[in-house]
């Protein structure tokens, strides 16, 4: 699935960045990527 959202970073700035995640049916399993950078 992939998405959209406001991410903060440690240092307190917000960007807007793409979401991409995956889940393993039948284990829970969930992983998660975030890539930068988008126009805010």
Avoid: N, Q
Avoid at 6 to 26: I, K, N, P, Q
């Amino acid at each position: 699935m992939k998405g959209f959202a406001t991410v903060r970073l440690a240092d307190g700035t917000g960007h807007t960045a793409e979401l991409h995640w995956y889940e393993a049916h039948g284990i829970g399993r969930k992983e998660f990527k975030i890539k930068f950078p988008l126009l805010d």
